[in-house]
């Protein structure tokens, strides 16, 4: 819609046509954890814009119409009419694709029973909310410690519920530093989170609806189980339709105009890549900032122009509990995967001038390339002052600077925000040493 939408501020006299499979087009699905937990009771303030103000700019959306088919040859796309089971063929001048990507639910005994649910829209949202709303619904399994997993499992314990996560990787939120994922555990066992690492999944049981999982290690009670091990982008589709290229995963493979390689096509947002800024290569990163950047270039791109996408760092950030984290460009492990010669520091630094009162330990690691001297990496976690951090380590990498000139930044201060030297300051100096 980010597409649709600058198209039609660029060229007033453009037809545009919206295919959509479900029953809304422009919603902040980061929002969803925080309508389960209650800290937002209403679902219409997720719903950004709805179909028919859509329509009212002039663009004809279609909801509950699928996709099915792509013929680049004969400039048609095959639809079908989801409500009546009508099926017909579309013409284009010009197709962006933006189907996104679904949760995967693993092949395994027992996914399919009641009780069993995965994350990704407003009506699965308003499920989940309905079923931990029902007294005989205790005890909660998340399957996972990705951001999904890690916000239910806070949304859940806001609700006094038992939570346990089952992550098969070695440590909570594995895509963060280990020194950070483990101020994560922390962070979650503190608030009564049950956390299993290296453990996973092998069936879930019961009679009617979900009871229990298992595991090659144990058995658990489970009243409602979430399903958040990833997503996989909807492009089967096109498996078949020559031209496409794809990642390992089934993302689209574009270019920094977000074409992808067939005539006139576009692709962006959870179905496509975007370059990695410091791999220099095309990654699948699904985050809804990347999303909404692609398809205002889309849009812009639709007309003529040659906008490029300059890249992305995977940039993100989350609150567990008490504890707020966040993540920049590569950490040391991608680093030294990608042949890169990495120095690396770990400090950890109040998040404001100690006599201010309630100053919080933050805990700061740092990648840089040894052969430039510039920051590829940052991760950091604490109780306050971490995660917007963050967004100053983007603007480091982004911009290029040395570790030296990062150093000196003239950074704001004030005793209750920051010290003289802030958080930014120290963890690059560790890195000139």
Request: with cysteine; proline share 5%; net charge neutral.
């Amino acid at each position: 819609m980010s597409a649709a939408s600058k198209l039609r501020r660029t060229c007033r006299d453009a037809r545009i046509t919206v295919f959509e499979k479900g029953l809304d087009v422009s919603y902040g699905a980061c929002g969803l954890p925080y309508f389960i937990s209650g800290e937002n009771e209403d679902a219409d303030l997720m719903r950004i814009r709805t179909a028919e103000q859509f329509r009212m700019q002039g663009i004809d959306v279609r909801l509950r119409h699928e996709v099915y088919g792509v013929d680049p040859t004969a400039r048609t796309v095959a639809v079908r009419n989801l409500e009546t089971g009508e099926t017909f063929s579309a013409p284009y001048d010009k197709l962006v694709i933006a189907t996104g990507a679904s949760p995967i639910r693993p092949a395994l005994p027992g996914v399919d029973l009641p009780g069993v649910v995965t994350l990704k829209t407003i009506p699965d949202a308003e499920h989940i909310k309905e079923q931990l709303a029902q007294p005989d619904v205790e005890d909660v399994l998340i399957v996972g410690s990705g951001f999904i997993g890690l916000e239910v499992a806070e949304a859940c314990v806001r609700l006094g519920k038992r939570v346990r996560i089952l992550e098969m990787q070695d440590r909570a939120l594995p895509v963060y530093e280990p020194e950070i994922s483990e101020w994560i555990a922390e962070a979650l066992r503190r608030n009564g989170v049950a956390l299993h690492t290296d453990e996973a999944l092998v069936a879930l049981e019961g009679q009617g609806r979900v009871q229990r999982a298992r595991t090659q290690r144990g058995e658990y009670k489970a009243d409602l189980v979430l399903l958040a091990v990833g997503v996989r982008p909807n492009t089967a589709f096109l498996r078949d339709v020559p031209g496409f290229r794809f990642l390992k995963n089934g993302a689209i493979v574009v270019n920094r105009r977000m074409e992808t390689g067939v005539p006139d096509v576009w692709a962006g947002g959870d179905c496509a890549t975007v370059e990695h800024m410091i791999l220099k290569r095309p990654v699948y990163i699904p985050l809804g900032t990347n999303a909404n950047k692609q398809g205002r270039l889309i849009g812009e791109n639709l007309t003529g122009a040659q906008r490029e996408f300059g890249g992305a760092l995977g940039t993100s950030v989350v609150r567990v509990c008490d504890l707020e984290a966040g993540k920049t460009g590569v950490t040391e492990q991608e680093a030294r995967e990608a042949g890169i010669p990495v120095k690396t520091a770990v400090v950890e630094v109040g998040s404001h001038a100690r006599y201010y009162p309630d100053s919080q330990p933050i805990r700061i690691k740092v990648v840089m390339d040894r052969r430039t001297d510039r920051l590829i990496g940052a991760c950091l976690a604490g109780k306050r002052g971490a995660a917007l951090r963050t967004n100053v380590f983007a603007t480091i990498i982004s911009s290029g600077m040395t570790v030296h000139e990062a150093a000196l930044l003239d950074l704001g201060y004030a005793p209750p925000f920051a010290q003289v030297w802030d958080a930014v300051h120290i963890a690059m100096s560790a890195l000139t040493r």
